[in-house]
């Protein structure tokens, strides 16, 4: 069974503290791997797919990674505009539902 | 572009009701999804559609939760004599094709049931 786990449940930074948030998996043939961004009240919102180890992308101050176990998002000088819960979602090789984990709840403060 | 749409926001309804969500994913995306999720939870796979049919319900709960894109655009999930543990945020998503496809979400419909 594909199993995605988030850590740390919250975290809470101050506006220029550089953090990461891990997602570990275990996923039967690893099609993708993404990352979510969501707001209260809203849909969760795309931020990155990566799909095999030692890719990188990154977006504004936000840069994620991928190894064959984990992937991390990197937040560098976040902003409190920053504060969302992050999710971290794997697809696997024989079908198409995302599983996801709970998320990380950031909060940045000015 | 407009993005992946959901009607109502909000539902609510009595134990027992029948209810239909609606989802209006991203023009010529092939392929839609419903998930559901709970507080403090990330959406839970429901079911997944490739064209007008259902490649996927393996995660609908039971047979009172039915879902159908008739047209192969739209889709409505369809819950029938509602419980207060189907209270959830029902969330649709798109993407273009399929499998390893960024899946785009919609803002969800809250369902409560009272």
């Known amino acids: 069974e594909d199993q995605v786990t988030q850590s740390p449940e919250a975290l809470r930074l101050q506006e220029g503290e550089s953090s990461s948030l891990n997602c570990s998996y275990t996923?039967?043939?690893?099609?993708?791997l993404f990352w979510y961004r969501q707001d209260p009240g809203k849909g969760p919102e795309f931020l990155f797919t990566?799909?095999?180890a030692g890719e990188e992308k990154e977006k504004e101050r936000l840069k994620a990674t991928l190894t064959k176990k984990e992937s991390f998002l990197h937040i560098t000088a976040p902003k409190p505009e920053d504060s969302a819960t992050y999710l971290c979602?794997?697809?696997?090789?024989?079908?198409?539902?995302?599983?996801f984990g709970k998320g990380t709840l950031l909060t940045v403060n000015p | 572009g407009a993005g992946v749409s959901q009607t109502p926001s909000n539902k609510v309804t009595e134990k027992g009701k029948y209810v239909e969500l609606r989802c209006d994913p991203i023009?010529?995306?092939?392929?839609l999804y419903w998930y559901r999720q709970s507080l403090g939870q990330g959406p839970e796979f429901l079911i997944y559609f490739q064209g007008t049919g259902a490649a996927d319900d393996s995660g609908l709960p039971n047979d009172r939760f039915f879902a159908v894109r008739p047209e192969g655009s739209v889709s409505t999930l369809k819950i029938q004599r509602t419980e207060r543990g189907d209270s959830a945020v029902y969330l649709c998503?798109?993407?273009?094709?399929?499998?390893?496809?960024?899946?785009?979400f919609g803002p969800g419909t809250r369902l409560t049931v009272l």
């Open positions: 023009s010529g995306h092939t392929a």
């Open positions: 990566l799909y095999s």
């Open positions: 998503a798109s993407s273009p094709q399929g499998a390893g496809d960024t899946q785009y």
């Open positions: 979602a794997v697809s696997p090789g024989s079908n198409y539902k995302l599983t």
């Open positions: 996923v039967s043939g690893l099609r993708g």
